[in-house]
């Protein structure tokens, strides 16, 4: 992992207690591939599922869950290893990303990790509600649900509405040049 990766993670790779939890998950190849991928905007799959992980992990604490495991799971949720903006778009509705990968990516965990109850059923039900079918077993399935829904928004919303502010502003300092 870069230097810029190390600088940028720097608070979360110098929490022992966090990386305790994951140190036999967070620099291993599978893991690491997961940096050649874009998942939202311009955040890899790998730094949104470690932002996803750090943020579940803290709140499993908060809340006294399972937090090892939510650490775990989090940052193995999206271990799926391919490009999902290249795939075919006219897949029907329940064969497209959103739906699948949470089986590939539970599938790889479990050929790359030894991964326990909790972990594998937080990785297979991440999208609920999106899959209804597959609805979580634990408190802290359904934390990192909404971690990740609020890991994605943010990473997709704010970087776009930054971009938009930053045009408003060159507008109005264009216009403001025009009539000084």
């Not at 990968?101 to 479990?110: I, M, S, T």
């Amino acid at each position: 992992m870069s230097i810029g990766f190390q600088n940028k993670y720097n608070k979360i790779i110098n929490n022992k207690e966090y990386m305790k939890c994951v140190e036999d998950v967070f620099y291993s190849d599978a893991v690491k591939k997961m940096d050649e991928y874009i998942q939202h905007g311009s955040t890899t799959t790998l730094e949104h599922c470690i932002n996803v992980s750090y943020h579940s992990y803290k709140l499993a604490k908060l809340l006294h869950l399972d937090c090892k495991s939510a650490a775990r799971a989090g940052l193995l949720h999206d271990l799926f290893l391919y490009d999902w903006h290249l795939l075919p778009k006219g897949d029907p509705l329940f064969q497209k990303h959103g739906f699948t990968h949470p089986q590939k990516a539970l599938e790889n965990a479990n050929k790359y990790f030894s991964l326990n109850d909790m972990e594998k059923d937080i990785i297979e039900k991440h999208m609920w509600p999106l899959t209804l079918r597959k609805f979580p077993k634990y408190k802290e399935s359904f934390l990192i649900s909404f971690v990740d829904k609020y890991t994605s928004t943010s990473e997709t919303v704010v970087p776009v509405a930054k971009r938009a502010a930053n045009y408003a502003m060159l507008f109005v300092m264009m216009f403001a040049s025009i009539f000084h």
